[in-house]
C-alpha cells in the first residue's frame, strides 16, 4: 500500500511539474534581475533581453535536473511513459482550443497553422524548419535545427526531451483532425541529423 501511495504521488507530481516549473523558472529569473538592477541604481529596473537559447537553457536548466534525479529513482520505462502521457494530453488539449475556431481542417488549413507557430517566437530562432511535400493527401516537414534537442541531448537528456517535446506531435495532429496520420522516421533526439514529420489525410 505505501508503495502504491508512493508511486501516484510521484505520477501527480510529475504531471504537473512542466508548468509549474515554467512559471517558478521565469518568476525567479525576472526577480532575480530586478533585485540586481535595483540594489545598484536609482533608476527604474530594466529587463535584460534574453536571447532563445538562453530562454531554453534556463529552462531545462531548471525542471530537467529534478527531472533526471526522479528518472534515477523510478522505474525508467514508467517514468518515461508518464511523462510521455501527460505530454500527449496536454498538446492534444491545448491544439483543441486553439483550433476549435478553424472552419475547415484539412491539410492545407494544418500547413497555415504550422507555418503560424513556427514564425512566431521563440520558434522562429529554436528551430529550421521546411515543407519538402505538401499536396491535398501529404505534409512532410523537415527539421535541419532544434534548439530543444541541442541542448537536452547535451544534458543526457535525449529520452526525456524526446517524451515532452516531440511524443506530443501525433496526439497534435490527431486532435487538429482525427483522420490524419503522423510518422516521425527521423529525430534528431534519437541521434539522427535531422528530423522528419509526415502527415498524411486518410479520407
Do not use: W
Amino acid at each position: 500500500m505505501e508503495h502504491e501511495v508512493f508511486s501516484e504521488n510521484r505520477r501527480d507530481f510529475l504531471t504537473k511539474i512542466v508548468p509549474l516549473a515554467a512559471l517558478a523558472c521565469f518568476g525567479c529569473k525576472r526577480s532575480a534581475v530586478q533585485k540586481l538592477v535595483s540594489d545598484s541604481t536609482n533608476k527604474p529596473p530594466e529587463i535584460p533581453a534574453m536571447s532563445t537559447e538562453e530562454n531554453y537553457a534556463f529552462f531545462y536548466g531548471t525542471f530537467i535536473p529534478l527531472l533526471q534525479s526522479l528518472q534515477k529513482e523510478m522505474e525508467n520505462e514508467k517514468f518515461i511513459d508518464i511523462i510521455t502521457k501527460t505530454s500527449t494530453e496536454s498538446i492534444g488539449e491545448m491544439i483543441n482550443s486553439m483550433t476549435k475556431d478553424i472552419p475547415e481542417k484539412d491539410l492545407k488549413a494544418f500547413a497555415t497553422f504550422f507555418k503560424d507557430i513556427l514564425g512566431t517566437a521563440p520558434y522562429n530562432t529554436a528551430f529550421t524548419c521546411e515543407i519538402v511535400e505538401q499536396t491535398d493527401k501529404v505534409l512532410e516537414l523537415k527539421y535541419t535545427q532544434c534548439l530543444p534537442a541541442k541542448l537536452l541531448c547535451a544534458m543526457n537528456a535525449a529520452d526525456i526531451g524526446f517524451a515532452i517535446e516531440c511524443s506530443g506531435a501525433k496526439s497534435a495532429s490527431k486532435a487538429f483532425n482525427p483522420k490524419f496520420s503522423y510518422s516521425n522516421p527521423k529525430n534528431i533526439m534519437k541521434g539522427d541529423s535531422y528530423c522528419i514529420e509526415r502527415f498524411t489525410f486518410e479520407t
